[in-house]
């Protein structure tokens, strides 16, 4: 097959207002702002409040890029969401979102890959254009995992925070700018390293769920954290491998912002330098879906992305899911 098939353009990122920073999570849970910092790299994220919903979050996002891409909304024409934590079960996030934007001729709907949901996203727009099924598609990461984060377990409570990011994916035009390669793996037997035990149909909603918090998440850290590092390295190898490229010739690495020692590992691994690295876990915590589109688009919007950058974006998140894509911008 030969890539580019499509290209990406335009990007949007959308994040609540409030913050809440360590010193607020001293309060609330047995930790430290010191432990926080040295164990993760995260000094603050942003929390959504009521009204911050996934889908009025991702409209926003995703008008930044109609903007950029300068491409009207009827003009799209499929919509993928990548999220864990929809605003409501059904209908999808995408139907809310293409309801929210009158985007009235896209097909919509959900990706759930966790972490990795907006590269896995990418993976299948790029599939939907290759077949010739759709021309525009908004290909969104968002998510709101505060409201399936037990903020009583100090484990987990200080990692996450809400936002979203978009972008759009369109047949390529611009000669050799577009996804140069996609690599995407699932384990499914680690699922319960990370993982939401309730609220599905096996253990549907009951009080018993709310005694015992099992309608949070829940996470083995620190095999959740070997797994991340190996996995996401051997993504970023297959990835430029697939691309015919190697690690010189990467202007950006965007990985998930799950924990800064994790990318430190990764970038070692990966033999990519920190310099060439995006980081910016340290303002909005792990976002999940939403890291690398809001990543992406802080890039671009400070110029550190210009038209022929060549990005490697690596992803990883529960089921266990990783992902890596080799993009020319
Ligand atoms: N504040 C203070 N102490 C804490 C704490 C907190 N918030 N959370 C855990 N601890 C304690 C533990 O109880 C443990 O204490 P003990 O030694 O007395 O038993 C100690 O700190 C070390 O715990 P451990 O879990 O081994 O720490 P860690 O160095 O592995 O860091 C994570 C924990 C969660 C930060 C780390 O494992 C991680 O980031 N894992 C990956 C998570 C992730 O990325 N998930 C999403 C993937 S998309």
Redesign the pocket.
């Known amino acids: 097959m030969n890539r580019p098939i499509v290209e990406l353009v335009g990007s949007g990122r959308a994040v609540p207002e409030k913050v809440l920073t360590n010193a607020d999570l001293e309060r609330m849970v047995d ?2 702002d010191q ?2 910092r040295d ?2 790299g995260i000094r603050e994220r942003r929390i959504a409040s009521d009204d911050e919903t996934l889908a009025r979050m991702a409209q926003c996002a995703c008008t930044q890029v109609l903007e950029d891409a300068q491409v009207d909304v009827l003009e799209i024409d499929s919509i993928i969401f990548g999220t864990a934590s929809p605003d409501r079960l059904l209908p999808s996030q995408a139907c809310d979102l293409q309801a929210a934007l009158g985007a009235d001729n896209a097909a919509a709907f959900d990706v759930t890959a966790a ?1 990795s949901g907006f590269l896995y996203g990418l993976a299948v727009a790029e599939g939907l254009v290759a077949a010739g099924t759709a021309t525009n598609v908004l290909v969104v990461g968002g998510d709101r995992l505060s409201r399936i984060t037990d903020y009583t377990d ?2 987990t409570c ?2 996450f925070g809400d936002g979203v990011g978009a972008t759009l994916v369109r047949p390529a035009r611009n000669g050799d700018r577009g996804i140069l390669s996609t690599y995407i793996k699932t384990d499914g037997r680690l699922g319960e390293l ?1 993982w939401r035990p309730g609220g599905g149909a096996i253990h549907p909603p009951s009080e018993e769920m709310l005694a015992d918090h099992s309608y949070f998440l829940r ?1 083995a ?2 095999e ?2 070997k797994h ?1 590092v190996r996995s996401m390295a051997d993504a970023c190898d297959h990835a430029l491998i697939q691309a015919g490229l190697t690690t010189n010739d990467v202007d950006v690495l965007i990985p ?1 912002q ?2 800064l020692r ?1 990318i430190e590992s990764l970038t070692k691994h990966a033999g990519i330098p920190l310099e060439k690295t995006y980081i910016n876990i340290d303002r909005y915590g ?1 976002t999940s879906a939403a890291s690398i589109p809001i990543a992406l688009d802080e890039c671009v919007r400070e110029g550190r992305i210009k038209p022929g950058s060549n990005i490697l974006m690596v992803a ?2 529960g089921g266990l899911t990783w992902a890596a894509t080799m993009v020319r911008w």
């Open positions: 930790t430290s432990w926080i164990r993760t972490c100090r484990a200080i990692l990370l996470m850290g620190r959740v954290f991340a998930h799950a924990n994790i792990n990883f998140g």
